[in-house]
């Protein structure tokens, strides 16, 4: 097991074997929220992607067997599109999901989402298992971890402007 572990702005990612990855952030909102966030297309659209970077295609079938299919646009116009199936929907406390990158032929991931509240406190742990220890390893090599931390800032403070409205 590797214990490499780097920290962006509140979110960790460590490689806890040949093939998966751990992200974890916590977020001051409850876990009903953090959910919706992560599967609402109208507030994915709100914080989705790095900074700079905003969802032009957010589609989610939210039930086992259920499709999904995201395309950012960056600001060089640049596009990325992901798409998957949802394995599992326990809400508001658990997603699983298939995750496959547009034009990316390194296969399938499986990203398994956690959110679990204390105190009015959310933490989110996100384990993502590639096909291969190469593939997880060319995905350090990207700027994901940037990316991913600049993405879940943006969640935060559209959970803090929600939580500050009273929505719960």
Known sequence: ???RQEQTEG???RAVSDTDLVLTRTFAASRRLVFDAFTRPELLRRWHGARGWH????EIDLRPGGVWRFVSRGPDG???GQRGVFHEVDAPGRLVQSEVHDGWDAGEALV???FDERGG???MTITVRYPS???RDSVLRTPMKRG???AYDRLAEMLNETTLKGER
């Open 133 to 135: 220890r190469e593939v």
């Open 1 to 3: 097991m590797m214990s």
């Open 55 to 58: 969802l032009v295609v957010c």
């Open 148 to 150: 991913a931390g600049e």
């Open 11 to 13: 979110l960790t990612v």
């Open 112 to 114: 398994t989402t956690v």
């Open 121 to 123: 406190r959310t933490a």
């Open 78 to 80: 640049a596009e990325l």
